[in-house]
T-cell receptor
Framework: DAGITQSPRHKVTETGTPVTLRCHQT?????MYWYRQDPGHGLRLIHY???????DKGEVSDGYSVSRSKTEDFLLTLESATSSQTSVYFC??????????????FGEGSRLTVL | QKEVEQNSGPLSVPEGAIASLNCTYS??????FFWYRQYSGKSPELIMF????GDKEDGRFTAQLNKASQYVSLLIRDSQPSDSATYLC???????????FGQGTRLTINP
């Protein structure tokens, strides 16, 4: 199994509070991703990183920020949590670029509930 | 139009039969195609990927790609109850480093 650890695995918070989810990898992979998964929507990309301090937005980035100060850590921050951000969040990593391969390996997920 | 669309499901198949899962995509520049399996409450796990037109077989699984029709499918032969899961299709565009996922198809194999 790919060495990916997400923390916390479960969190309940209140509307308006900041929340940070952490993804830690031991594979030294260049690419890291944050997805959210909601019923009927599959996995939707929030942000991704292609190197230390290099990040870009995905399709549902509003209300989220990310940081990557080290290869192994990718942080997702909800600046002011809202109930619409209640979801399961998956971190993923990929070591390959280009047209072939480049599959993602996923962490175990972090379930966030915003009351 | 969504970038990646899958059978709305849920799909129910008797044990031992062939399960067929379908996916269409909108970006003609897409170059790599992936099938993931996700059990309830678990993270997605890669089944296989394909990037050339035609068929690719791995055990009981066959991925089929038709770039002209912008269509990719997954066949599961001799379906087993353990194949019951949600199947996610994902597409990587040319030169892009991100995967776009379909909404998933829930498959149930009935003993």
């Amino acid at each position: 199994d790919a060495g990916i650890t997400q923390s916390p695995r479960h969190k309940v918070t209140e509307t308006g509070t900041p929340v940070t989810l952490r993804c830690h990898q031991t594979e030294n992979h260049r690419y890291m991703y944050w997805y959210r998964q909601d019923p009927g929507h599959g996995l939707r990309l929030i942000h991704y990183s292609y190197g230390v301090k290099d990040t870009d937005k995905g399709e549902v980035s509003d209300g989220y920020s990310v940081s990557r100060s080290k290869t192994e850590d990718f942080l997702l921050t909800l600046e002011s949590a809202t109930s619409s951000q209640t979801s399961v969040y998956f971190c993923a990593i990929s070591g390959l670029a280009g047209a072939s391969g480049g599959e993602l390996f996923f962490g175990e997920g972090s379930r966030l509930t915003v009351l | 139009q969504k970038e990646v669309e899958q059978n709305s499901g849920p799909l129910s198949v008797p044990e031992g039969a062939i399960a067929s899962l379908n996916c269409t995509y909108s970006d003609r520049g897409s170059q790599s195609f992936f099938w993931y399996r996700q059990y309830s409450g678990k993270s997605p796990e890669l089944i296989m990927f394909i990037y050339s037109n035609g068929d690719k077989e791995d055990g009981r699984f066959t991925a089929q790609l038709n770039k002209a029709s912008q269509y990719v499918s997954l066949l599961i032969r001799d379906s087993q109850p353990s194949d019951s899961a949600t199947y996610l299709c994902a597409v990587r565009g040319g030169g892009a480093q991100k995967l776009v996922f379909g909404q998933g198809t829930r498959l149930t194999i009935n003993p």
